[in-house]
């Protein structure tokens, strides 16, 4: 069984259920769905608005994202060394053997990081939230 909010001419709104995609159709060509309020036959899907604050979307509220990006923030941090905005620079030696190999994370222009990019150097890049305490 399905679900489906409907519509009339007069923008009356309504759900009816179907056993599918198919008998909805059916009915509806065969002109067995009446708005409840008008009695019009002339009845169409109405656009279902999204689903919002399911627990069946997987994706964070902002809140959440927000104290996602700030964890994510303190590990790079704390794993990482600041380069600032030598950041562009720095990727490019390690990525080139001219310095030793590790961690960075600091600054780059949108120019930079498409630099970055076509050289083939593999760079990470999340919104700066700042720290709660800062
Ligand atoms: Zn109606």
């Known amino acids: 069984m399905i679900l489906y909010e409907l519509r009339c001419p007069s923008d009356h709104r309504f759900e009816g259920w179907f056993r599918n995609s198919d008998a909805f159709e059916a009915q509806q060509s065969a002109q067995e769905i009446a708005c409840p309020v008008c009695g019009d036959k002339q009845v169409d899907r109405a656009l279902m608005a999204p689903a919002v604050g399911r627990k069946s979307n997987n994706l ?47 600054q780059a222009t949108e120019d930079e990081a498409e630099e970055l990019a076509d050289e083939g150097i593999e760079i990470g890049r999340l919104p700066w939230m700042p720290l709660a305490d800062s």
């Open 60 to 106: 964070p509220d902002p809140a959440q994202a927000i104290t996602l990006l700030r964890t994510l923030r303190k590990v790079v941090e704390e794993s990482h060394e600041n380069v600032g905005d030598r950041f562009a620079e720095e990727a490019r030696k390690i990525h080139y053997g001219e310095t030793e190999q590790r961690g960075i994370y600091g």
